[in-house]
């Protein structure tokens, strides 16, 4: 009798895991590749070698605990990409001192949340980000900021927090940052070496929050150990090695670019490029040429800016071989292009989540295309995933249920929030990633869905990530985004939200009619919407909830009860 094989795997690896804190393994990079590049903001105009990075880490750092920010104290950041987020990155990891990172779209509410939430002690800010003015909405929560003549805040509704660093420019009650890069005291080394020393990789290091599509943002706790050898491993998947230059067009304040990006960097001796202080297709595509980037980062969207830009042709993309696509899925035809146009034979595909520091499943720079846009993936090394059922049952291969990791790069918990961590993280230290999840025999995974995104039509569990996958073989079609809306008949219907390519145009009836030739009829959307763009997330991803809520208004639909 055959054995029915389940839907476990875990990673195996010649490379053990990166025992060490953050500032251990900055610090060997700095030595061994002290004279190259270690990273570029080409918007900017800032170019600093390993040796010239460790120089102005090490002030800012001394610089912080001069302020008085100590080992365990939370220092926020609120800022686009720029050089200065790496040097406060790997200041307070060098210190450990926890850094928090800050969607650079908070409004005032959110941001007054968060550094409350954490007791941030210190807040590093940029001048402005689109049209936001990090500094006229701190006013409006810290009105106090203005008197702050020693610079020492105290404000009422931020009670923990005590200096304010700005990135650029000089203001009233405000550290310039600039002034922190002063070169530090042989004394104040010394000091930032012995708390160095004394750090534990297992320790907090970084709180970056995620939150769904209800409630307050969670702070996920992340340790030296989780952040450190994700990126590592993230790095060690696309070969990264001294000679390659990663050209980093996603944001820094996400794990994409913190982790996989500059953490994938340092561990391999690797350059992190910044084309723009936000994602410019423009400005990506002239960093490449520029750089000669052999590695580029980005969502789907992000590619498909840059295939379409109409001056594409003109840049020499040769350098390139490799790269991360990730955050949602990639259409066949975008991978294509991207491996055929922009030379990246060898991009890969990761699957993860903040919790889980973030990659989980990725694939390897030799899988066939099918595995690349089909699947996200196997297992990263030294994790172990499953796919369970409902009763937390691991389910045979090939059957969908619930991803769940296990393994070094699971979150410690959200900060003071041990319910919600319980929610998530069981009893056998399994993360729960709340995503719908099918393996094959050889081990790749396919993610069919959030269990929330779910659309449950007449009592039938109907997958949007299948229906989008299938109208972006629609040659109209650019970018789509399948949402369920209350029906009073059926309980809910698809709706298609669709952004064409430019210059294109169909009917509504057109998509309907060829969705009719060729799915199932009960996975034919009712709705179909056309968009010149969806609500977007700073890292990049659409907010499927905020286009429920505007397609609820303008059918006029009320919710189910």
């Known amino acids: 009798m055959s054995q029915v094989r389940l839907s476990y795997a875990y990673g195996t690896s010649q490379a053990p895991l990166v025992g060490m804190t953050i500032g251990e393994k900055f610090d060997e990079a700095c030595q061994i590749y002290a004279d190259q590049d270690a990273v570029v903001s080409l918007h900017q105009n800032v170019r600093l070698s390993y040796k010239q990075l460790q120089e102005k880490v090490n002030a800012f750092a001394c610089s912080l605990l001069r302020l008085g920010l100590q080992k365990g104290d939370r220092l926020a950041i609120w800022s686009p990409n720029c050089v200065e987020w790496t040097i406060t990155q790997f200041a307070a990891f060098k210190a450990?001192?926890?850094?928090?990172?800050?969607?650079?779209?908070?409004?005032?509410n959110e941001l007054e949340y968060v550094l409350n939430k954490v007791s941030c002690k210190g807040l590093v800010i940029a001048s402005a980000f689109k049209t936001t003015d990090y500094q006229q909405i701190?006013?409006?929560?810290?009105?106090?900021?203005?008197?702050?003549?020693?610079?020492?805040?105290?404000?009422?509704?931020?009670?923990?927090?005590?200096?304010?660093?700005?990135?650029?420019?000089?203001?009233?009650?405000?550290?310039?940052?600039s002034d922190l890069l002063n070169e530090p005291s042989a004394e104040q080394l010394a000091q930032l070496e012995?708390?160095?020393?004394?750090?534990?990789?297992?320790?907090?290091?970084?709180?970056?929050?995620?939150?769904?599509?209800?409630?307050?943002?969670?702070?996920?706790?992340?340790?030296?150990?989780?952040?450190?050898?994700?990126?590592?491993?993230?790095?060690?998947?696309?070969?990264?090695?001294?000679?390659?230059?990663?050209?980093?067009?996603?944001?820094?304040?996400?794990?994409?670019?913190?982790?996989?990006?500059?953490?994938?960097?340092?561990?391999?001796?690797?350059?992190?490029?910044?084309?723009?202080?936000?994602?410019?297709?423009?400005?990506?595509?002239?960093?490449?040429?520029q750089e000669k980037c052999t590695a580029a980062y980005g969502v789907p969207t992000m590619f498909i800016a840059m295939l379409e830009q109409e001056t594409f042709d003109q840049f020499d993309l040769s350098s390139l071989r490799t790269g991360i696509m990730a955050g949602s899925p990639c259409p066949r035809e975008i991978m294509q292009r991207v491996?055929?146009?922009?030379?990246?034979?060898?991009?890969?595909?990761?699957?993860?989540?903040?919790?889980?520091?973030?990659?989980?499943?990725?694939?390897?720079?030799?899988?066939?295309i099918e595995c690349r846009v089909g699947t996200v993936g196997r297992v990263q090394p030294h994790l172990e995933i499953k796919i369970i059922d409902e009763q937390g049952k691991v389910v045979p291969r090939g059957k969908l249920g619930e991803l769940c990791v296990r393994g070094y790069s699971v979150m410690l918990g959200y900060w003071e929030d041990e319910e919600k961590t319980k929610e998530v993280i069981d009893v056998a230290k399994w993360m729960h990633t709340g995503d719908i999840a099918e393996m094959d025999?050889?081990?790749?995974?396919?993610?069919?869905?959030?269990i929330k995104d779910v659309v449950i039509r007449g009592g039938e569990n109907l997958f949007p990530k299948e229906i989008e996958d299938f109208l972006y073989t629609h040659p109209d079609v650019s970018d789509v985004q399948v949402i369920g809306l209350p029906d009073p008949r059926y309980g809910e219907e698809l709706c298609a939200c669709i952004i064409l390519h430019e210059h294109h145009e169909v009917t509504e009836e057109c998509i309907r009619q060829f969705c009719k030739e060729h799915i199932s009829h009960n996975k034919v959307p009712k709705y179909v919407r056309f968009f010149k763009e969806f609500p977007m997330t700073a890292s990049g991803k659409a907010q499927k909830f905020k286009l429920q809520e505007f397609m609820r208004n303008e059918l006029n639909l009320q919710e189910i009860a």
């Open 441 to 450: 025999d050889e081990g790749f995974v396919k993610i069919k869905g959030r």
């Open 96 to 108: 450990g001192i926890i850094l928090v990172n800050l969607n650079p779209a908070y409004k005032k």
């Open 194 to 289: 012995s708390i160095a020393q004394d750090l534990q990789f297992d320790e907090t290091i970084n709180i970056q929050f995620t939150s769904g599509t209800t409630g307050n943002p969670k702070g996920t706790m992340l340790t030296h150990n989780n952040i450190l050898n994700n990126g590592y491993f993230v790095g060690e998947g696309i070969h990264l090695t001294p000679k390659d230059r990663v050209c980093i067009s996603v944001p820094l304040f996400h794990c994409f670019g913190m982790v996989m990006g500059n953490l994938a960097c340092i561990t391999h001796g690797s350059t992190m490029v910044y084309p723009a202080a936000v994602f410019n297709p423009l400005e990506s595509l002239k960093a490449i040429e």
């Open 138 to 177: 701190l006013m409006q929560i810290a009105p106090e900021l203005e008197g702050a003549t020693d610079k020492i805040l105290n404000a009422e509704k931020l009670p923990h927090l005590k200096h304010v660093i700005k990135i650029d420019e000089q203001h009233q009650g405000i550290h310039r940052f």
């Open 339 to 368: 491996i055929d146009r922009m030379h990246m034979s060898e991009i890969t595909i990761c699957y993860g989540m903040t919790e889980t520091a973030p990659v989980s499943v990725q694939t390897s720079t030799t899988d066939p």
